[in-house]
Every structure is written in C-alpha cells, then in structure tokens.
C-alpha cells in the first residue's frame, strides 16, 4: 500500500477513508479485536500512525529528494505557484 504512494496518494476522501478502512482491518485482525472498539486505540495500542500521515511524510520526503537533486526530474515543466 506504500509503493510509490508520493504518486498515486488519493485525494478524494471515499478513496483516503477506504485505505483507511483496510488498515482498520488489519488492526482489528492483529489486535483480535473485532468489537465496535475505536479505531485510534487500536492504532495507538499497536503504535501505529494513520496511513494518512505515513503517505504526507512520504510526500515530503519525495519532494526533498527532488529539490536536492537525489532523484532525476527535468527542470523543463516545473512552474512554483
């Protein structure tokens, strides 16, 4: 689910809270707390941070790795809004 996420991260929320379901399920697998139990002590219990923040890390870090040169990108299309 983290391949490559700085290219696919979705950003409509039914698509954001469906990756979220998925990690809700393999917490409650992991956990084997299958009960109506919230999601965040779930994830808190296992240390655990919402994929949402592990994909906005991850799209920083792509974006550094741009600007500092450690991956190849043409300089010919970019614009700075």
Do not use: G
């Not at 391949?3 to 979705?10: I, K, N, Q, T």
């Not at 240390?47 to 190849?72: G, M, N, Q, T």
Request: proline letters at 5%; charged letters at 25%.
């Amino acid at each position: 689910m983290e391949y490559a996420s700085p290219v696919w991260d979705p950003h409509l929320i039914k698509d954001i809270d469906s990756l979220e379901h998925v990690q809700t399920r393999a917490a409650r697998w992991i956990t084997n707390k299958y009960d109506q139990s919230t999601r965040v002590s779930m994830l808190q219990e296992l240390k655990l941070d919402p994929l949402e923040e592990w994909r906005r890390v991850s799209r920083l870090a792509f974006l550094y790795k741009i600007f500092s040169e450690h991956v190849v990108v043409p300089r010919t299309n970019w614009t700075l809004c």
